[in-house]
Protein backbone atom coordinates (compact mmCIF):
# COMPACT_ATOMS: atom_id res chain seq x y z
CA UNK A 1 0.00 0.00 0.00
CA UNK A 2 2.31 2.32 1.04
CA UNK A 3 4.85 1.65 -2.27
CA UNK A 4 1.86 2.30 -4.39
CA UNK A 5 1.50 5.76 -2.89
CA UNK A 6 4.75 6.65 -3.04
CA UNK A 7 4.99 6.04 -6.48
CA UNK A 8 1.94 8.31 -7.28
CA UNK A 9 3.71 11.07 -4.84
CA UNK A 10 6.69 11.16 -6.82
CA UNK A 11 4.88 11.14 -10.23
CA UNK A 12 2.49 14.15 -8.94
CA UNK A 13 5.57 16.29 -7.47
CA UNK A 14 7.38 15.67 -10.44
CA UNK A 15 4.28 16.74 -12.92
CA UNK A 16 4.16 19.76 -10.56
CA UNK A 17 7.74 21.22 -11.10
CA UNK A 18 6.12 23.32 -13.66
CA UNK A 19 3.37 24.85 -11.54
CA UNK A 20 5.68 26.73 -8.88
CA UNK A 21 5.11 30.60 -10.21
CA UNK A 22 2.90 32.49 -7.62
CA UNK A 23 -0.79 32.85 -8.67
CA UNK A 24 -2.04 36.26 -9.04
CA UNK A 25 -5.95 37.37 -8.96
CA UNK A 26 -7.66 37.33 -12.35
CA UNK A 27 -10.09 40.22 -11.55
CA UNK A 28 -10.79 41.44 -7.69
CA UNK A 29 -13.87 42.52 -8.79
CA UNK A 30 -14.84 39.32 -10.66
CA UNK A 31 -14.84 35.60 -9.74
CA UNK A 32 -13.81 33.25 -12.14
CA UNK A 33 -14.96 29.38 -11.66
CA UNK A 34 -13.64 26.51 -13.99
CA UNK A 35 -15.85 24.07 -14.50
CA UNK A 36 -16.01 20.59 -16.58
CA UNK A 37 -18.80 21.28 -18.92
CA UNK A 38 -21.13 24.51 -19.66
CA UNK A 39 -24.12 24.05 -17.93
CA UNK A 40 -26.77 21.90 -20.03
CA UNK A 41 -29.68 24.10 -18.19
CA UNK A 42 -30.01 26.84 -16.12
CA UNK A 43 -34.06 25.94 -15.70
CA UNK A 44 -33.61 24.30 -11.85
CA UNK A 45 -36.20 22.38 -13.04
CA UNK A 46 -34.89 20.74 -15.92
CA UNK A 47 -31.87 19.15 -14.92
CA UNK A 48 -29.39 18.06 -11.56
CA UNK A 49 -25.86 17.37 -12.82
CA UNK A 50 -23.30 19.18 -10.96
CA UNK A 51 -21.95 21.73 -13.81
CA UNK A 52 -25.77 22.86 -14.10
CA UNK A 53 -26.14 22.96 -10.32
CA UNK A 54 -23.13 24.98 -9.83
CA UNK A 55 -24.34 28.08 -11.84
CA UNK A 56 -28.29 28.20 -11.05
CA UNK A 57 -28.24 27.30 -7.48
CA UNK A 58 -26.66 31.38 -7.10
CA UNK A 59 -29.67 32.05 -9.42
CA UNK A 60 -32.29 30.97 -7.48
CA UNK A 61 -33.58 30.58 -4.05
CA UNK A 62 -34.81 27.31 -2.27
CA UNK A 63 -37.68 26.43 -0.11
CA UNK A 64 -34.79 25.76 2.61
CA UNK A 65 -31.29 24.85 2.42
CA UNK A 66 -28.48 23.62 4.33
CA UNK A 67 -26.08 25.85 6.01
CA UNK A 68 -22.29 24.68 5.86
CA UNK A 69 -22.70 22.12 8.68
CA UNK A 70 -25.18 20.60 6.94
CA UNK A 71 -28.24 21.39 8.81
CA UNK A 72 -31.53 21.81 7.35
CA UNK A 73 -32.19 25.55 7.77
CA UNK A 74 -34.87 28.23 6.30
CA UNK A 75 -34.77 30.17 2.71
CA UNK A 76 -38.06 31.14 1.19
CA UNK A 77 -39.62 29.50 4.20
CA UNK A 78 -39.02 31.21 7.58
CA UNK A 79 -40.77 28.79 9.72
CA UNK A 80 -42.80 24.86 9.28
CA UNK A 81 -45.16 23.15 11.24
CA UNK A 82 -46.22 19.18 10.86
CA UNK A 83 -49.77 19.38 10.99
CA UNK A 84 -49.78 15.71 10.59
CA UNK A 85 -47.92 12.66 9.19
CA UNK A 86 -48.77 13.68 5.73
CA UNK A 87 -49.38 17.07 5.86
CA UNK A 88 -46.86 20.25 6.29
CA UNK A 89 -47.32 23.90 6.84
CA UNK A 90 -45.19 26.39 5.47
CA UNK A 91 -44.25 30.20 6.28
CA UNK A 92 -43.41 31.83 2.88
CA UNK A 93 -41.01 35.15 3.88
CA UNK A 94 -42.54 37.92 2.46
CA UNK A 95 -39.67 40.56 1.55
CA UNK A 96 -38.13 38.37 -1.27
CA UNK A 97 -38.42 39.99 -4.86
CA UNK A 98 -37.45 37.95 -8.04
CA UNK A 99 -34.51 39.61 -10.02
CA UNK A 100 -37.15 41.31 -12.51
CA UNK A 101 -38.59 43.66 -9.10
CA UNK A 102 -41.83 41.08 -8.60
CA UNK A 103 -42.93 39.80 -5.48
CA UNK A 104 -41.92 36.51 -4.63
CA UNK A 105 -45.60 34.94 -2.93
CA UNK A 106 -46.82 31.81 -1.73
CA UNK A 107 -48.38 31.16 -5.35
CA UNK A 108 -45.15 31.08 -7.23
CA UNK A 109 -44.04 27.98 -4.28
CA UNK A 110 -47.58 26.44 -5.04
CA UNK A 111 -46.45 26.64 -9.07
CA UNK A 112 -42.75 25.61 -8.57
CA UNK A 113 -44.06 22.45 -6.49
CA UNK A 114 -47.11 21.85 -9.01
CA UNK A 115 -44.36 22.23 -12.10
CA UNK A 116 -41.66 19.86 -10.94
CA UNK A 117 -44.27 17.15 -10.07
CA UNK A 118 -45.98 17.29 -13.18
CA UNK A 119 -45.57 14.06 -15.22
CA UNK A 120 -45.86 15.92 -18.25
CA UNK A 121 -43.25 18.63 -17.44
CA UNK A 122 -40.42 16.00 -17.25
CA UNK A 123 -38.71 16.88 -14.88
CA UNK A 124 -35.35 14.23 -14.15
CA UNK A 125 -36.43 15.37 -10.31
CA UNK A 126 -39.86 13.96 -10.23
CA UNK A 127 -38.87 11.03 -8.48
CA UNK A 128 -37.73 12.90 -5.43
CA UNK A 129 -40.81 14.91 -5.02
CA UNK A 130 -43.16 12.47 -6.55
CA UNK A 131 -44.51 11.37 -2.78
CA UNK A 132 -46.23 15.41 -2.72
CA UNK A 133 -50.11 14.78 -3.83
CA UNK A 134 -50.57 18.53 -3.61
CA UNK A 135 -49.83 22.20 -3.00
CA UNK A 136 -52.36 24.78 -1.49
CA UNK A 137 -51.90 28.26 -0.52
CA UNK A 138 -53.34 29.41 2.71
CA UNK A 139 -53.95 32.99 4.82
CA UNK A 140 -51.40 34.33 6.44
CA UNK A 141 -47.89 33.55 3.36
CA UNK A 142 -48.51 29.84 3.81
CA UNK A 143 -48.32 26.88 1.73
CA UNK A 144 -49.55 23.76 2.75
CA UNK A 145 -47.91 20.73 1.28
CA UNK A 146 -49.51 16.65 1.54
CA UNK A 147 -48.03 13.37 0.55
CA UNK A 148 -49.27 10.70 -0.16
CA UNK A 149 -47.68 8.87 2.89
CA UNK A 150 -46.06 9.85 5.93
CA UNK A 151 -42.22 10.68 4.46
CA UNK A 152 -39.50 12.15 7.29
CA UNK A 153 -36.98 12.56 3.85
CA UNK A 154 -39.24 15.04 2.25
CA UNK A 155 -37.72 17.60 4.40
CA UNK A 156 -33.65 16.60 2.63
CA UNK A 157 -35.55 16.69 -0.47
CA UNK A 158 -37.25 20.43 -0.46
CA UNK A 159 -33.53 21.94 -0.18
CA UNK A 160 -33.59 21.33 -3.68
CA UNK A 161 -36.50 22.66 -4.89
CA UNK A 162 -35.95 26.12 -6.31
CA UNK A 163 -38.66 28.76 -6.56
CA UNK A 164 -39.46 30.26 -10.06
CA UNK A 165 -41.65 33.07 -10.92
CA UNK A 166 -44.97 31.94 -11.91
CA UNK A 167 -45.89 34.68 -14.39
CA UNK A 168 -42.43 35.22 -16.22
CA UNK A 169 -42.57 30.77 -16.57
CA UNK A 170 -46.10 31.52 -17.70
CA UNK A 171 -45.30 34.33 -20.36
CA UNK A 172 -41.86 33.37 -21.78
CA UNK A 173 -42.58 29.66 -21.84
CA UNK A 174 -39.50 26.81 -20.74
CA UNK A 175 -36.88 27.27 -23.85
CA UNK A 176 -36.84 30.72 -23.14
CA UNK A 177 -36.81 30.97 -19.50
CA UNK A 178 -33.61 28.14 -19.71
CA UNK A 179 -32.16 30.81 -21.95
CA UNK A 180 -32.48 33.82 -19.46
CA UNK A 181 -33.62 32.74 -16.04
CA UNK A 182 -35.03 35.45 -13.29
CA UNK A 183 -34.66 33.96 -9.46
CA UNK A 184 -34.64 35.44 -6.26
CA UNK A 185 -31.06 34.66 -5.37
CA UNK A 186 -27.71 36.44 -4.31
CA UNK A 187 -26.63 36.87 -8.16
CA UNK A 188 -28.49 37.66 -11.22
CA UNK A 189 -28.02 35.98 -14.78
CA UNK A 190 -26.17 38.26 -16.61
CA UNK A 191 -25.40 36.22 -20.20
CA UNK A 192 -24.61 33.21 -21.71
CA UNK A 193 -22.23 32.37 -23.96
CA UNK A 194 -23.02 28.69 -25.43
CA UNK A 195 -19.77 26.52 -24.76
CA UNK A 196 -17.80 29.04 -23.16
CA UNK A 197 -18.85 30.89 -20.39
CA UNK A 198 -21.80 32.12 -17.95
CA UNK A 199 -21.62 35.80 -16.55
CA UNK A 200 -23.48 36.60 -13.23
CA UNK A 201 -23.91 39.80 -11.43
CA UNK A 202 -24.30 40.21 -8.32
CA UNK A 203 -28.26 41.13 -6.83
CA UNK A 204 -27.86 44.32 -4.55
CA UNK A 205 -31.19 43.89 -3.70
CA UNK A 206 -30.83 40.62 -2.05
CA UNK A 207 -32.95 40.09 1.34
CA UNK A 208 -30.00 37.52 2.55
CA UNK A 209 -26.41 37.91 2.74
CA UNK A 210 -25.04 39.65 -0.23
CA UNK A 211 -22.50 38.47 -2.26
CA UNK A 212 -19.10 40.12 -1.96
CA UNK A 213 -18.37 40.05 -5.62
CA UNK A 214 -19.46 42.15 -8.02
CA UNK A 215 -19.22 39.56 -10.38
CA UNK A 216 -18.73 35.96 -11.51
CA UNK A 217 -17.60 34.02 -14.48
CA UNK A 218 -18.33 30.44 -15.07
CA UNK A 219 -16.39 28.86 -17.47
CA UNK A 220 -16.56 25.39 -19.86
CA UNK A 221 -12.92 23.70 -19.36
CA UNK A 222 -13.30 20.24 -20.29
CA UNK A 223 -9.45 19.45 -19.83
CA UNK A 224 -8.43 18.94 -16.26
CA UNK A 225 -4.61 19.75 -16.59
CA UNK A 226 -5.76 23.15 -18.47
CA UNK A 227 -8.04 23.74 -15.19
CA UNK A 228 -5.11 23.68 -13.27
CA UNK A 229 -2.76 25.94 -15.46
CA UNK A 230 -5.60 28.52 -15.37
CA UNK A 231 -5.57 28.52 -11.95
CA UNK A 232 -1.97 28.50 -11.19
CA UNK A 233 -1.55 31.62 -13.60
CA UNK A 234 -4.32 33.35 -12.11
CA UNK A 235 -6.74 33.38 -14.87
CA UNK A 236 -9.24 31.87 -12.51
CA UNK A 237 -9.84 31.72 -8.78
CA UNK A 238 -11.80 27.97 -7.99
CA UNK A 239 -11.99 24.77 -10.26
CA UNK A 240 -13.35 21.83 -9.47
CA UNK A 241 -13.26 18.13 -10.04
CA UNK A 242 -9.83 17.62 -9.42
CA UNK A 243 -8.15 13.79 -8.72
CA UNK A 244 -5.66 13.60 -6.31
CA UNK A 245 -2.76 13.48 -8.79
CA UNK A 246 -3.74 17.18 -9.77
CA UNK A 247 -4.36 17.77 -5.56
CA UNK A 248 -1.05 16.78 -5.52
CA UNK A 249 0.19 19.35 -7.82
CA UNK A 250 -1.56 22.32 -6.65
CA UNK A 251 -0.08 21.42 -2.97
CA UNK A 252 3.35 22.31 -4.62
CA UNK A 253 2.66 25.35 -6.37
CA UNK A 254 2.51 28.93 -5.07
CA UNK A 255 -0.78 30.73 -4.16
CA UNK A 256 -3.21 28.30 -4.67
CA UNK A 257 -4.00 24.92 -3.43
CA UNK A 258 -6.70 21.76 -2.99
CA UNK A 259 -10.01 22.11 -1.09
CA UNK A 260 -11.57 19.43 -0.32
CA UNK A 261 -14.66 17.93 1.68
CA UNK A 262 -16.37 14.37 1.89
CA UNK A 263 -19.37 14.17 0.56
CA UNK A 264 -22.54 12.30 0.40
CA UNK A 265 -21.56 9.91 -2.52
CA UNK A 266 -21.39 6.42 -1.95
CA UNK A 267 -19.49 4.14 -4.25
CA UNK A 268 -19.75 0.30 -4.45
CA UNK A 269 -19.20 -2.40 -6.04
CA UNK A 270 -22.81 -4.11 -6.87
CA UNK A 271 -23.15 -7.77 -7.35
CA UNK A 272 -26.14 -9.14 -9.26
CA UNK A 273 -27.46 -12.36 -7.08
CA UNK A 274 -29.84 -13.38 -9.72
CA UNK A 275 -27.23 -14.83 -12.12
CA UNK A 276 -26.11 -18.09 -12.12
CA UNK A 277 -22.79 -18.29 -9.62
CA UNK A 278 -23.91 -15.09 -8.16
CA UNK A 279 -26.68 -16.69 -6.91
CA UNK A 280 -24.53 -19.02 -4.11
CA UNK A 281 -24.36 -17.04 -0.95
CA UNK A 282 -20.54 -18.14 -0.67
CA UNK A 283 -19.66 -16.97 -4.32
CA UNK A 284 -20.90 -13.30 -3.20
CA UNK A 285 -19.50 -13.52 0.42
CA UNK A 286 -16.17 -14.58 -1.48
CA UNK A 287 -16.37 -11.49 -3.60
CA UNK A 288 -17.05 -9.51 -0.45
CA UNK A 289 -13.90 -10.98 1.35
CA UNK A 290 -11.90 -10.24 -1.67
CA UNK A 291 -11.98 -6.39 -1.98
CA UNK A 292 -9.47 -4.40 0.21
CA UNK A 293 -10.93 -0.89 0.78
CA UNK A 294 -8.01 0.95 2.54
CA UNK A 295 -5.78 -0.26 -0.31
CA UNK A 296 -7.96 1.53 -2.67
CA UNK A 297 -8.21 4.56 -0.43
CA UNK A 298 -4.84 4.66 0.44
CA UNK A 299 -3.39 3.75 -2.67
CA UNK A 300 -5.18 5.49 -5.75
CA UNK A 301 -7.40 8.04 -4.24
CA UNK A 302 -4.58 9.48 -1.98
CA UNK A 303 -6.32 9.53 1.48
CA UNK A 304 -8.82 11.78 0.57
CA UNK A 305 -12.17 9.35 0.46
CA UNK A 306 -12.87 7.31 3.59
CA UNK A 307 -13.44 3.44 3.39
CA UNK A 308 -17.20 2.45 4.94
CA UNK A 309 -18.58 -0.51 5.66
CA UNK A 310 -21.99 0.27 4.77
CA UNK A 311 -24.71 1.56 1.67
CA UNK A 312 -24.34 4.82 3.29
CA UNK A 313 -22.03 7.70 4.76
CA UNK A 314 -21.68 9.38 7.88
CA UNK A 315 -23.30 12.81 6.37
CA UNK A 316 -26.70 10.43 5.54
CA UNK A 317 -29.31 10.95 8.32
CA UNK A 318 -29.32 6.84 8.90
CA UNK A 319 -26.12 6.14 9.10
CA UNK A 320 -25.40 3.58 11.48
CA UNK A 321 -22.51 4.49 14.02
CA UNK A 322 -19.98 1.63 14.61
CA UNK A 323 -21.73 -0.63 11.97
CA UNK A 324 -18.93 -3.00 9.92
CA UNK A 325 -19.37 -4.43 6.92
CA UNK A 326 -17.67 -7.83 5.68
CA UNK A 327 -13.84 -7.76 6.33
CA UNK A 328 -11.05 -7.88 3.98
CA UNK A 329 -9.77 -11.93 3.80
CA UNK A 330 -8.31 -13.02 0.57
CA UNK A 331 -7.80 -16.11 2.28
CA UNK A 332 -11.35 -16.73 3.52
CA UNK A 333 -12.71 -15.82 -0.23
CA UNK A 334 -10.14 -18.48 -1.66
CA UNK A 335 -11.75 -21.01 0.73
CA UNK A 336 -15.32 -20.30 -0.35
CA UNK A 337 -14.56 -20.09 -3.83
CA UNK A 338 -13.18 -23.54 -3.48
CA UNK A 339 -16.43 -24.86 -1.90
CA UNK A 340 -18.56 -23.29 -4.44
CA UNK A 341 -16.17 -25.34 -7.26
CA UNK A 342 -16.93 -25.58 -11.10
CA UNK A 343 -19.76 -22.84 -10.93
CA UNK A 344 -17.15 -19.93 -9.61
CA UNK A 345 -15.38 -20.39 -12.82
CA UNK A 346 -17.12 -18.88 -15.64
CA UNK A 347 -16.31 -15.67 -16.89
CA UNK A 348 -18.16 -12.65 -14.33
CA UNK A 349 -19.09 -9.42 -16.54
CA UNK A 350 -18.31 -6.80 -14.93
CA UNK A 351 -19.83 -2.76 -16.34
CA UNK A 352 -18.17 0.15 -16.37
CA UNK A 353 -18.45 3.56 -17.94
CA UNK A 354 -15.58 6.16 -18.31
CA UNK A 355 -17.35 8.83 -15.96
CA UNK A 356 -15.97 6.29 -13.27
CA UNK A 357 -12.17 6.14 -11.83
CA UNK A 358 -11.36 2.94 -14.12
CA UNK A 359 -7.88 2.70 -12.08
CA UNK A 360 -10.83 1.86 -8.79
CA UNK A 361 -12.31 -0.64 -11.58
CA UNK A 362 -9.30 -2.04 -12.77
CA UNK A 363 -8.52 -2.54 -9.17
CA UNK A 364 -11.61 -4.34 -8.05
CA UNK A 365 -11.01 -6.57 -10.98
CA UNK A 366 -7.13 -7.66 -9.98
CA UNK A 367 -8.37 -8.41 -6.36
CA UNK A 368 -10.68 -10.82 -7.72
CA UNK A 369 -8.51 -12.11 -10.06
CA UNK A 370 -6.61 -12.58 -7.32
CA UNK A 371 -8.25 -14.85 -4.90
CA UNK A 372 -9.02 -17.22 -8.16
CA UNK A 373 -12.08 -15.44 -9.98
CA UNK A 374 -12.32 -14.33 -13.72
CA UNK A 375 -13.98 -10.96 -14.23
CA UNK A 376 -14.13 -9.42 -17.67
CA UNK A 377 -14.73 -5.51 -17.58
CA UNK A 378 -17.33 -4.15 -20.12
CA UNK A 379 -16.67 -0.47 -20.91
CA UNK A 380 -19.19 1.09 -22.34
CA UNK A 381 -20.55 4.53 -22.79
CA UNK A 382 -23.08 6.12 -20.06
CA UNK A 383 -26.28 5.55 -21.94
CA UNK A 384 -25.40 1.70 -22.46
CA UNK A 385 -23.98 1.19 -18.80
CA UNK A 386 -27.74 2.83 -17.68
CA UNK A 387 -29.67 1.03 -19.37
CA UNK A 388 -27.47 -2.23 -18.74
CA UNK A 389 -27.72 -1.72 -15.02
CA UNK A 390 -31.52 -0.53 -14.93
CA UNK A 391 -32.25 -3.89 -17.07
CA UNK A 392 -34.29 -6.64 -15.66
CA UNK A 393 -31.59 -8.72 -13.35
CA UNK A 394 -31.36 -11.63 -15.21
CA UNK A 395 -29.97 -9.67 -17.91
CA UNK A 396 -28.48 -7.17 -16.02
CA UNK A 397 -24.21 -7.69 -15.93
CA UNK A 398 -23.01 -9.98 -13.00
CA UNK A 399 -21.26 -6.76 -11.63
CA UNK A 400 -20.75 -3.21 -11.91
CA UNK A 401 -19.40 -0.36 -10.76
CA UNK A 402 -21.55 2.48 -9.03
CA UNK A 403 -21.05 5.93 -7.06
CA UNK A 404 -24.39 6.91 -5.70
CA UNK A 405 -25.73 10.51 -4.40
CA UNK A 406 -29.48 11.54 -3.92
CA UNK A 407 -27.93 15.04 -2.96
CA UNK A 408 -31.16 14.66 0.16
CA UNK A 409 -28.12 13.35 2.77
CA UNK A 410 -30.80 10.71 3.57
CA UNK A 411 -30.66 7.24 3.58
CA UNK A 412 -33.76 6.85 1.78
CA UNK A 413 -32.44 8.39 -1.28
CA UNK A 414 -29.81 5.48 -1.47
CA UNK A 415 -30.89 2.29 -0.01
CA UNK A 416 -34.49 2.48 -1.51
CA UNK A 417 -33.51 3.19 -5.36
CA UNK A 418 -30.84 0.60 -5.12
CA UNK A 419 -32.91 -2.20 -2.96
CA UNK A 420 -36.35 -1.76 -3.27
CA UNK A 421 -37.53 -4.62 -5.87
CA UNK A 422 -40.16 -1.58 -7.57
CA UNK A 423 -37.12 0.10 -8.80
CA UNK A 424 -35.37 -0.31 -11.87
CA UNK A 425 -31.57 0.00 -10.42
CA UNK A 426 -32.58 -2.52 -7.89
CA UNK A 427 -30.98 -6.49 -8.50
CA UNK A 428 -32.82 -7.53 -5.04
CA UNK A 429 -36.40 -9.35 -5.09
CA UNK A 430 -37.29 -9.89 -1.67
CA UNK A 431 -40.51 -8.82 0.34
CA UNK A 432 -39.41 -9.02 3.95
CA UNK A 433 -36.00 -6.19 2.62
CA UNK A 434 -39.06 -4.52 0.81
CA UNK A 435 -41.18 -4.45 3.94
CA UNK A 436 -38.29 -2.80 5.89
CA UNK A 437 -37.50 -0.52 3.55
CA UNK A 438 -41.11 0.52 3.09
CA UNK A 439 -41.45 1.19 6.99
CA UNK A 440 -38.14 3.33 7.12
CA UNK A 441 -39.72 5.43 4.46
CA UNK A 442 -42.28 6.08 6.83
CA UNK A 443 -41.57 6.18 9.60
CA UNK A 444 -41.20 9.31 11.39
CA UNK A 445 -39.43 8.13 14.93
CA UNK A 446 -35.83 8.82 14.14
CA UNK A 447 -34.88 5.72 16.58
CA UNK A 448 -37.34 3.42 15.07
CA UNK A 449 -36.03 4.73 11.90
CA UNK A 450 -32.53 3.85 12.49
CA UNK A 451 -33.24 0.62 13.43
CA UNK A 452 -34.42 -0.15 10.22
CA UNK A 453 -31.69 1.12 8.57
CA UNK A 454 -29.53 -1.08 10.78
CA UNK A 455 -31.48 -3.82 9.46
CA UNK A 456 -31.27 -3.37 5.97
CA UNK A 457 -27.32 -2.89 6.49
CA UNK A 458 -27.27 -6.07 8.34
CA UNK A 459 -29.13 -7.78 5.12
CA UNK A 460 -26.84 -6.10 2.26
CA UNK A 461 -23.69 -7.31 4.53
CA UNK A 462 -25.45 -10.82 5.34
CA UNK A 463 -26.30 -11.02 1.62
CA UNK A 464 -23.78 -8.92 -0.58
CA UNK A 465 -25.83 -6.98 -2.76
CA UNK A 466 -23.50 -4.63 -2.77
CA UNK A 467 -20.26 -4.77 -1.72
CA UNK A 468 -19.75 -0.58 -0.16
CA UNK A 469 -16.33 0.65 -0.77
CA UNK A 470 -15.77 4.24 0.29
CA UNK A 471 -17.12 7.73 0.83
CA UNK A 472 -16.27 9.45 -1.97
CA UNK A 473 -14.69 13.07 -1.93
CA UNK A 474 -14.87 15.99 -3.86
CA UNK A 475 -11.87 18.05 -4.58
CA UNK A 476 -10.94 21.81 -5.63
CA UNK A 477 -8.42 23.83 -6.41
CA UNK A 478 -8.79 27.24 -4.92
CA UNK A 479 -6.67 30.49 -4.74
CA UNK A 480 -5.14 30.80 -1.72
CA UNK A 481 -7.17 34.48 -1.77
CA UNK A 482 -10.27 32.91 -1.82
CA UNK A 483 -12.17 32.16 1.55
CA UNK A 484 -14.08 29.25 1.10
CA UNK A 485 -14.72 25.60 2.37
CA UNK A 486 -16.01 22.93 0.56
CA UNK A 487 -19.21 20.84 1.89
CA UNK A 488 -20.66 17.52 1.66
CA UNK A 489 -23.92 18.72 -0.52
CA UNK A 490 -21.08 20.11 -3.13
CA UNK A 491 -22.51 23.16 -3.93
CA UNK A 492 -20.90 26.14 -4.94
CA UNK A 493 -22.51 29.53 -2.97
CA UNK A 494 -21.02 32.09 -4.09
CA UNK A 495 -22.30 34.99 -1.14
CA UNK A 496 -20.29 32.62 1.60
CA UNK A 497 -16.78 33.48 -0.54
CA UNK A 498 -14.94 36.49 -0.66
CA UNK A 499 -11.30 37.47 -0.61
CA UNK A 500 -9.00 37.34 2.21
CA UNK A 501 -7.92 40.61 3.45
Not at 258 to 277: D, I
Not at 398 to 419: E, I, T
Request: charged share 20%; aromatic share 8%; with cysteine.
Amino acid sequence: MRRIHRTMLAAALAASSALTAPAVWADANRLTIDLVNEPSSLDPHLQWNPDSYYVYRNIFDNLLTRDDDGNIVPQIATEWIQLSPTEIVFTIRDDVKFHDGSALTPEDVVFSVQRITDKDFGSPQLSQFATITSAEVLDGNKVKLTTRAPYPALMGQLVKLSIVPKAVVEAVGKEAFNQAPVGSGPYKFDGWDRGVEVRLAVNEDYWGQKGSFPAAVFRAVPDASTRVANLVSGASDLVVTMDPDLAMQLDAADGVGPRSALTERVAYLAVNGAKPGLDDLRLRQAMAHAIDRELIVEGLLGGYDQPVGQLLTPAHVGWVEGFEGVAYDPDKARALIAEVGEPAKRTLSFATSPVFDQRIVQALQQMLTDVGLNVEIELTDMATYLKKVQSDPAQSPDMSFGRWSCACQDADGVVYPLLHSSSSWSRVRNTELDAVLESARGELDPAKRLEDYRKVQEWIRDNVSQVPLYQAAIIYGASDNLQWQPTPNESLFINRMSWSD
